[in-house]
């Protein structure tokens, strides 16, 4: 493909931005990167060493509508102006997983949810490269895969896909397609509509054949409910509620494992993490590697070997008999709901941050068996002091450092102080990881 006179516009200059960039710049497209925000030093130094053209702090109208193709990150909401305007003057605006896709013939298995994404990605990522399979992790999780598809040759893609990154996504074609769960997430960006959302999350089944597969969870309405007869791809369905005659079931503690007529079985209690939800992914995890035909022992020894993900129920540090468990990326209420079912001792429970439509009701039960207090942080913790204090004692404060230490004085040894927030971290903290980090910090001062 002749791509020389074709003018390309990346919006966004951070991970996925820079490798579709490179990516297009090995393509022979005319490449522009532009970005509102100052661009961060690595990323700059990387487009210099490229010769690639960028601005920062700002976006010409007059450059980046004049594109032929523009690659929009997925942090950039489709509402902004100059993403209305490129549509209105019908430029194709794509993401960067969609862009690379198209120079790659590699096997692409993706993985998405509300929640579990990037433990299902990384423990599918673990049991390919223990199988030794030439795989790449990409998505939303490590290197840019259009970085990766323009220096690397995988056969094989996991990639971990947000509904962001699935709302640009048009022509791409998910090998095998998972879905974890769907439980309202986002909701300031779908209008507060859980069907929008729901929507944008079996985008990863477009395009699908007979020859592809489509993994899912039988025990979430939201994923079952919108199922259609009509997909045409091979589906495996998991379960821990009911027996499965194709896929995986849990049974007396048991995960039974049914793929292609190859059948194994294996002990819950076996899997290396904590936790209800972890089950569910695991089954996700081996049931995409047996589609593969990766082999039992391979498939067995990665679970019970696998650890959990940094600042995802991560077990940090005991303190005078006290746990302290960082949870940061759980980012929704869903993913608190999980963290709290696999507690086994009280907890005292740090949250809050940027509220993104919450509706904290279904975790009322689960609060008031579980929860000895909650500490609230953030810039604006009335919501959860609201809607809490008639259940447990809410403690506000305007800190991580200070919800920490007074976690650390209600609690009593054999006890837990969970760090699982239920908000985006974008008040106080870079990011989900900036918050972990500088919670696992705030806990070695102790």
Aim: net charge negative; aromatic share 10%; glycine share 4%.
């Amino acid at each position: 493909m002749n791509n020389q006179k074709k003018k390309i516009v990346v919006l966004g200059a951070a991970e996925s931005g820079i490798g579709a960039a490179v990516l297009a710049k090995k393509q022979e497209y005319d490449v522009f990167v532009s970005d509102n925000s100052k661009i961060k030093d690595f990323y700059r130094d990387e487009l210099i060493i490229n010769n690639i053209k960028f601005e920062e702090n700002k976006h010409s109208e007059e450059i980046i509508l004049n594109a032929d193709i523009i690659v929009k990150s997925p942090g950039i909401p489709n509402n902004v102006d100059i993403v209305q305007k490129a549509v209105s003057k019908n430029i194709p605006v794509i993401s960067e997983i969609e862009f690379a896709a198209r120079y790659t013939n590699a096997k692409m298995i993706c993985i998405t949810g509300s929640n579990g994404k990037t433990t299902t990605t990384l423990l599918t990522y673990e049991m390919f490269k223990n199988a030794g399979l030439n795989v790449g992790l990409a998505g939303n999780v490590g290197e840019s895969f259009a970085k990766q598809v323009a220096t690397k040759d995988y056969d094989y893609y996991i990639l971990e896909l947000s509904s962001f990154q699935l709302d640009d996504m048009y022509e791409f074609k998910a090998d095998t397609a998972v879905i974890l769960n769907i439980t309202p997430d986002h909701m300031d960006r779908y209008d507060n509509d859980f069907s929008k959302y729901i929507a944008s999350k079996f985008r990863i089944t477009q395009n699908q054949t007979k020859e592809n597969y489509l993994i899912y969870n039988a025990d979430d309405e939201s994923v079952t409910g919108n199922i259609d007869k009509n997909m045409k791809a091979k589906k495996y369905p998991f379960s821990i509620k009911v027996e499965l005659e194709e896929g995986a079931n849990l049974e007396n503690d048991e995960i039974k494992f049914n793929v292609k007529e190859t059948y194994f079985e294996m002990m819950a209690k076996d899997i290396g993490m904590m936790g209800k939800h972890n089950i569910y992914n695991s089954m996700a995890a081996s049931l995409a590697a047996m589609v593969y035909n990766i082999k039992d022992p391979i498939i067995r020894r990665t679970l019970s070997n696998f650890k959990s993900v940094e600042h995802r129920l991560e077990i940090f540090q005991t303190i005078r008999g006290i746990r302290f468990i960082n949870d940061s990326k759980a980012t929704n209420v869903n993913s608190v709901w999980y963290a709290l079912e696999a507690m086994d001792q009280p907890v005292i429970l740090i949250m809050g941050g940027v509220d993104k439509g919450n509706d904290y009701s279904s975790l009322r039960d689960l609060v008031k068996d579980k929860v000895k207090a909650i500490v609230a942080m953030g810039k604006n913790n009335k919501k959860i002091v609201d809607y809490f204090s008639p259940f447990v004692p809410v403690v506000d404060c305007d800190s991580l450092d200070k919800a920490v230490m007074e976690s650390y004085k209600i609690a009593n040894e054999g006890e837990t102080v969970l760090l699982s927030p239920a908000c985006a971290s974008f008040d106080l903290f870079e990011n989900y990881i900036d918050r972990g980090k500088k919670f696992k910090e705030a806990v070695r001062k102790l």
